[in-house]
C-alpha cells in the first residue's frame, strides 16, 4: 500500500484549502484512514480519522474546522482545512491500516498511538500565515 498526499501550501490566517491522499495498491476496505500532523521538534498529533464503519473523529483542536471525507471508488482521503491559523501550520501525513477491525481508531490517531498505523505517507507542508 503507498499513500500520497497532496494539496498543502501557504495561505494567510483565515484561509481554506483541501488535502488529498491517494492509495494504491489495496485490495480491500480499510479499518482505519487518518491525518496526522507534525511540527519540528514535537510528537506527530493525530488529527481526524475515519473507520471501516464510516465514522469520523477530530482533535478538539479541529473539530467543527476540519472535515475528514473519502472517496472509495476511487481511493482518496480528503481533509478539508477552513478557518486555519498560524497554530494549524505543519506537515500533514496521512496513514492507514488494514485487516484489524478490532481496533479503536478513533483511541488509536486521537491518542497519538502512531506505532499502530501501519501505513503512511510523506506529508504534505501546510503554513499559515498571520
Known amino acids: 500500500v503507498r499513500l500520497v498526499e497532496s494539496g498543502g501550501g501557504s495561505v494567510q490566517s483565515g484561509g481554506s484549502l483541501r488535502l488529498s491522499c491517494t492509495a494504491s495498491?489495496?485490495?480491500?476496505?480499510?479499518?482505519?484512514m487518518a491525518w496526522f500532523r507534525q511540527v519540528p521538534g514535537k510528537a506527530r498529533e493525530g488529527v481526524a480519522s475515519i473507520d471501516g464503519y464510516g465514522g469520523s473523529y477530530y482533535a478538539n483542536s479541529v473539530k467543527d474546522r476540519f472535515t475528514i471525507s473519502q472517496d472509495n471508488a476511487k481511493h482518496t482521503l480528503y481533509l478539508q482545512l477552513n478557518s486555519l491559523s498560524p497554530e494549524d501550520t505543519a506537515r500533514y501525513y496521512c496513514?492507514?491500516?488494514?485487516?484489524?477491525?478490532?481496533?479503536?481508531?478513533?483511541?488509536?490517531?486521537?491518542?497519538?498511538?502512531?506505532?499502530?498505523?501501519?501505513?503512511w505517507g510523506n506529508g504534505t507542508l501546510v503554513t499559515i500565515s498571520s
Open positions: 496513514a492507514a491500516y488494514f485487516d484489524n477491525p478490532g481496533r479503536d481508531c478513533r483511541v488509536t490517531v486521537l491518542g497519538n498511538f502512531v506505532e499502530f498505523m501501519d501505513y
Open positions: 495498491g489495496v485490495t480491500g476496505t480499510s479499518d482505519c
